[in-house]
């Protein structure tokens, strides 16, 4: 008769054929992306977007620098894309050979190092670099509802990932599961599976809302007069992926596990959402390789199908936290192009500036403020108005990479809890704007057509109806004219500058145009 262990490795031979197939982990490395010669002074990141696209690259977490040697963009990039950026003849500075041995190699802490700082009693560290695996995080879950369930609903699933695991969906509110027609907001993580730190950052929250229900009147409030969801693993497939390859942290695959058929793996789910999927393949790919890659059509994955039924289930959703690493920025629609503002970019901008008061996020419409991303979360809660409410989405970067270091996992979590408090608060009522809307704007055209916030140099264009002078100037906040960008006769049309602002403060500046008689006003941002 067999042995136990000889029939164990016949079975795991027979089931081998059959187990679905994998992808295979690429190294990535940090690098600088220098902008080619040439290119528009006022928009020079988008010439070097459009030459990498036409290679099948799309840029994610670029960010701009001014170096000795020109204007670059950071980014990281597998080998496929490194070889990719190099077939599109552009000069490269490889900074990190390989990002997650250097992540091991330099972390200077442990998670319960940092837990210091912590507002709420539960240890949330895991083994994955500080971070908590899967299996965790849905026992982290089970543990608030056994704990606190009077507030705390029991997870439900409500879609699963395409090797069959489920996204846990969890609601805190004052009588969990009943509609009394409470104003609703939703807060997700991980919709990219190497940002474990936007998991950490919806987790911490519900843990401090359930342990601080009974002897905070302000959370008490809160909690009475809300209905709060939590999604705190958007791709768990992914997630898990790299878990499997990086069990101690800095595994770098993105995507979901999708198989393409072709040998590659994975859907990008944020972007694949249905408010204009594939409206460029600069905002989102349409290689299947791609890191970026938006799938064969909208809403083809099943985590956001998942979201989807979801909010248009009958949900009341007026406010969402979409939650990613890294970068320290509050960004809001839309994501698909920089040339457009939403109808209600007042309302937008007033929320961000008091969204970000405590933590110092920098805040701005994603098209401008990163990069161009379609098919994403925010522009489709939003967007999406007629099969569900309009929600006043966002996308939340935490912190300063992927895979912070252990001993910052509690600190970046914990330094959105205002934020956090803050959007369940205007889930009853959003502010009202401060200054005027910057679209649509009245009298001539103005836009930014380079970078937002800015941290040396962008551009701006303005259009006249007719030839005749015009005066652009630069004012702080307290109303003080600190740059005229032009002054005098323009010709009709559209008219472009450049502003260097390497000589200004940090802070958030109003650009003003008057010509013909009218004026009009555009915000932006100046960042370090």
Same mark, same amino acid.
């Given at each position: 008769?067999?042995?136990?262990a000889l029939?164990?490795?016949?079975?795991?031979?027979?089931a081998?054929?059959?187990?679905?197939?994998?992808?295979?982990?690429?190294?990535?490395? +940090?690098?600088?992306?220098f902008?080619?010669?040439?290119?528009?002074?006022a928009r020079?990141?988008l010439?070097?977007?459009e030459?990498?696209?036409a290679?099948?690259?799309v840029?994610?977490h670029?960010?701009?620098?001014?170096?000795?040697?020109?204007?670059?963009f950071?980014t990281v990039l597998?080998e496929t894309e490194?070889?990719?950026?190099?077939?599109?003849?552009?000069?490269?500075?490889?900074?990190?050979?390989?990002?997650?041995a250097?992540?091991?190699a330099?972390?200077?802490?442990t998670?319960?190092? &940092?837990?210091g700082v912590?507002?709420i009693a539960?240890? #949330?560290?895991?083994?994955?670099?500080?971070y908590?695996t899967?299996?965790?995080?849905?026992?982290a #879950?089970?543990t608030l509802?056994?704990?606190?369930?009077e507030?705390v609903?029991a997870r439900?699933s409500i879609?699963?990932?395409?090797?069959?695991?489920?996204? *846990?969906?969890?609601?805190?509110s004052?009588h969990?599961?009943?509609?009394e027609?409470?104003?609703?907001a939703?807060y997700?993580?991980v919709?990219?599976a190497r940002?474990?730190?936007?998991?950490?950052?919806v987790?911490y929250?519900?843990? /401090? #809302?359930?342990?601080?229900? +009974?002897?905070?009147p302000?959370?008490r409030?809160?909690?009475?007069e809300r209905r709060?969801?939590?999604v705190p693993v958007v791709?768990?497939?992914?997630y898990?992926?790299?878990e499997?390859?990086d069990?101690?942290?800095g595994?770098?695959?993105?995507?979901? #596990?999708r198989d393409?058929g072709d040998g590659?793996?994975?859907?990008?789910?944020n972007?694949?959402y249905?408010y204009?999927w &594939?409206?460029?393949?600069v905002?989102?790919?349409?290689?299947p &390789?791609?890191?970026?890659?938006r799938g064969?059509a909208?809403f083809?994955e099943?985590?956001?199908?998942a979201?989807r039924?979801f909010? +248009?289930?009958g949900?009341?959703?007026?406010?969402?936290?979409?939650?990613?690493t890294?970068?320290d920025?509050?960004l809001?629609? *839309?994501g /698909?192009?920089?040339?457009?503002?939403t109808?209600?970019?007042?309302?937008f901008?007033?929320?961000?500036?008091?969204?970000?008061?405590v933590?110092?996020?920098t /805040?701005?419409?994603g098209s401008i403020?990163l990069?161009?991303?379609?098919?994403?979360a925010?522009?489709w809660?939003?967007g +999406?108005q007629?099969t569900k409410p309009?929600?006043?989405?966002?996308?939340?970067?935490?912190?300063? *990479?992927? *895979?912070?270091?252990?001993?910052?996992?509690y600190?970046?979590a914990?330094e959105?809890l205002e934020?956090?408090?803050?959007?369940?608060r205007f889930?009853?009522?959003p502010p009202v704007?401060?200054?005027?809307?910057?679209?649509p704007?009245?009298g001539?055209?103005l836009?930014?057509?380079?970078?937002?916030p800015v941290r040396?140099?962008t551009?701006v264009?303005f259009?006249?109806?007719?030839p005749?002078?015009?005066?652009?100037?630069?004012?702080?906040?307290?109303?003080?004219e600190v740059?005229v960008l032009?002054?005098?006769?323009?010709s009709? &049309?559209r008219?472009?500058?450049?502003?260097?602002a390497?000589?200004l403060?940090?802070?958030?500046?109003v650009?003003?145009?008057?010509?013909?008689g009218e004026a009009?006003?555009?915000?932006?941002?100046?960042a370090?």
């Amino acid at each position: 008769m067999p042995s136990r262990a000889l029939l164990a490795l016949v079975l795991a031979a027979l089931a081998a054929p059959f187990a679905p197939a994998q992808p295979v982990p690429e190294r990535h490395s +940090e690098v600088r992306l220098f902008v080619p010669d040439g290119a528009p002074v006022a928009r020079p990141g988008l010439a070097l977007a459009e030459r990498l696209a036409a290679h099948g690259l799309v840029l994610d977490h670029a960010r701009v620098e001014d170096t000795p040697h020109g204007l670059a963009f950071r980014t990281v990039l597998s080998e496929t894309e490194l070889a990719a950026a190099r077939a599109a003849d552009v000069e490269v500075e490889v900074l990190v050979e390989d990002v997650t041995a250097h992540y091991l190699a330099t972390r200077r802490g442990t998670c319960e190092e &940092g837990m210091g700082v912590s507002r709420i009693a539960a240890d #949330l560290c895991g083994p994955m670099g500080g971070y908590l695996t899967f299996d965790g995080v849905v026992a982290a #879950l089970d543990t608030l509802h056994a704990r606190y369930p009077e507030v705390v609903s029991a997870r439900a699933s409500i879609g699963q990932g395409h090797e069959g695991r489920d996204l *846990w969906m969890v609601e805190i509110s004052d009588h969990p599961g009943v509609d009394e027609g409470e104003p609703e907001a939703l807060y997700t993580g991980v919709h990219h599976a190497r940002e474990p730190g936007s998991m950490m950052a919806v987790l911490y929250f519900m843990y /401090y #809302l359930a342990e601080q229900y +009974e002897t905070n009147p302000e959370v008490r409030d809160l909690v009475d007069e809300r209905r709060l969801f939590f999604v705190p693993v958007v791709n768990p497939d992914g997630y898990v992926f790299n878990e499997t390859t990086d069990p101690d942290g800095g595994g770098m695959w993105r995507k979901n #596990l999708r198989d393409n058929g072709d040998g590659s793996f994975g859907v990008d789910v944020n972007r694949n959402y249905g408010y204009e999927w &594939g409206y460029d393949d600069v905002g989102s790919s349409p290689l299947p &390789g791609s890191e970026t890659y938006r799938g064969p059509a909208p809403f083809s994955e099943p985590e956001i199908v998942a979201l989807r039924d979801f909010l +248009e289930g009958g949900r009341r959703v007026s406010m969402a936290f979409n939650y990613h690493t890294y970068s320290d920025l509050l960004l809001y629609p *839309w994501g /698909y192009t920089p040339d457009l503002q939403t109808p209600d970019d007042d309302v937008f901008a007033a929320l961000g500036d008091t969204l970000t008061h405590v933590n110092g996020y920098t /805040y701005g419409q994603g098209s401008i403020t990163l990069y161009l991303t379609n098919g994403g979360a925010y522009d489709w809660m939003y967007g +999406e108005q007629e099969t569900k409410p309009k929600a006043f989405a966002f996308t939340v970067e935490v912190g300063y *990479w992927f *895979w912070p270091d252990p001993i910052d996992v509690y600190a970046l979590a914990d330094e959105n809890l205002e934020a956090n408090l803050l959007l369940a608060r205007f889930a009853g009522a959003p502010p009202v704007a401060a200054e005027p809307p910057a679209s649509p704007l009245p009298g001539p055209p103005l836009e930014l057509t380079g970078p937002n916030p800015v941290r040396t140099r962008t551009g701006v264009a303005f259009t006249l109806a007719a030839p005749g002078p015009a005066r652009l100037a630069v004012y702080d906040v307290l109303g003080r004219e600190v740059a005229v960008l032009a002054d005098g006769p323009r010709s009709a &049309g559209r008219n472009e500058v450049a502003f260097d602002a390497s000589g200004l403060a940090p802070g958030v500046y109003v650009l003003r145009l008057t010509a013909g008689g009218e004026a009009a006003v555009r915000r932006l941002t100046v960042a370090r």
